[in-house]
């Protein structure tokens, strides 16, 4: 009963939110240059003193802040299914810093991936496994308070798709998680055989497939959890960004730049 409920409020959900996108269309061509701030960070709207394996923190990134209207009502919809969870966003170059300070031996594997989804899909890694919280894609939007999706003894949870298979748009965890270190460790040896010639491959989805036993680790379905793109789509997300989605750009760059030889003398 309570499935078929989700079910049909993640429908009204959907529904109401492709009507805002729809009307984004005829804002954006009044207000072109209009654009909207996502806040690096945002405290809870309301304050939970329970505790949660969890932290309650949601982590997402772009590769800019200034973002139209479909993505901000995104932001904001998801900031009403999850009042009691702090708001943090980084930026490409606050990526950086982060890994930086906190994973200095990564930085070097990291800043050879030369596509920003790739670079995305390896800091949501670190910032998970070093602070643990919710991270979500900027075109994902909950159907399901995530308070009741987590609950508070999880201490992890992945999304499979309509296939059944995992994916990396939502992922929940606590910090220090050692799954989320043996797909740390995996990008990592990707990045460095470089052998992948493909976003998804090599730090995306297809290495929670390879890595994680969906029948070994808690799983939730899109269905009863989180959806994409209901808000907003690729015309919205990338109107700034002539290179487009991750899928387009990676046909013209390589997703790895090749190893540089040391050159100095001896």
């Known amino acids: 009963m309570k499935k078929m409920l989700i079910v049909a409020i993640s429908r009204i959900i959907k529904l ?22 996502l806040p690096k960070q945002a405290a809870p709207l309301l304050n939970r003193t329970t505790p949660s394996h969890i932290p309650r923190i ?30 943090q966003f980084m930026i490409t170059e606050a990526r950086r810093d982060f890994i930086a300070e906190h994973y200095p031996e990564i930085l070097p594997h990291y800043e050879r991936l030369q596509i920003g989804a790739a670079q995305a899909d390896l800091w949501r890694l670190l910032v998970l496994h070093k602070f643990g919280g919710v991270y979500l894609d900027i075109d994902a939007h909950q159907i399901w308070p995530l308070e009741r999706v987590l609950g ?18 939502f992922i929940a965890s606590k910090p220090g998680n ?8 995996r990008v990592v040896v990707n990045i460095k055989e470089n052998t992948l010639r493909n976003v998804f491959h090599i730090t995306g989805p297809g290495v929670f497939i390879e890595l994680l036993d969906p029948s070994c680790v808690p799983t939730v379905s899109y269905r009863h959890a989180v959806n994409q793109g209901s808000f907003t789509n690729e015309h919205f997300q990338y109107i700034d960004k002539p290179q487009g989605k991750w899928n387009k750009e990676q046909r013209h760059t390589l997703v790895i730049s090749p190893e540089q030889e040391d050159t100095r003398p001896l």
């Open 16 to 37: 109401s939110a492709n009507l805002t996108k729809m009307l984004s269309y005829p804002f954006h061509w009044v207000f072109a240059d209009k654009r909207f701030t």
């Open 58 to 87: 949601i982590w997402q990134t772009n590769f800019t802040n200034r973002v139209t209207l479909p993505v901000y009502l995104n932001y904001l919809f998801n900031r009403l299914m999850a009042p009691s969870f702090e708001y």
């Open 152 to 169: 508070p003894k999880r201490e992890e949870l992945y999304v499979t798709t309509r296939r059944g298979e995992l994916s990396n748009y």
């Open 178 to 185: 050692p799954n989320l270190q043996r797909l740390i460790e």
